[in-house]
Nanobody, 118 residues
Framework: QVQVVESGGGLVQPGGSLRLSCAAS????????IGWFRQAPGKERERISC????????YYADSVKGRFTISRDNAKNTVYLQMNSLKPEDTAVYYC???????????WGQGTQVTVSS
């Protein structure tokens, strides 16, 4: 069964950090571009980061640039999203997706909740 599963969400205070994981099963993650998205209540889904399969190049939305870092661990078939200096406006459900490129996604996870609050 082909799937991606996110984990690592939770409640964190403003200024804190979390690391989200995107684990793949049924396929090799480094054959695909991996994107991270988030959706807050009442807002559209936002693509916040992507790492390509070809050369490992990365993309970050302006809203997270300088605070979030995407990385791969091919041995663990996992992609991470390190989130630092978290703000209340980062509160959302975070999703990872695997695709043929950073604009076309084939497999989506179920999401993990991140809440930034004091």
């Amino acid at each position: 069964q082909v799937q991606v599963v996110e984990s690592g969400g939770g409640l964190v205070q403003p200024g804190g950090s979390l690391r989200l994981s995107c684990a793949a099963s049924g396929f090799t993650l480094d054959d695909y571009a991996i994107g991270w998205f988030r959706q807050a209540p009442g807002k559209e889904r936002e693509r916040i980061s992507c790492i390509s399969s070809s050369d490992g190049s990365t993309y970050y939305a302006d809203s997270v640039k300088g605070r979030f870092t995407i990385s791969r661990d091919n041995a663990k078939n996992t992609v991470y999203l390190q989130m630092n200096s978290l703000k209340p406006e980062d509160t959302a459900v975070y999703y990872c997706a695997a695709g043929d490129g950073c604009y076309i996604y084939n497999y989506w996870g179920q999401g993990t909740q991140v809440t930034v609050s004091s």
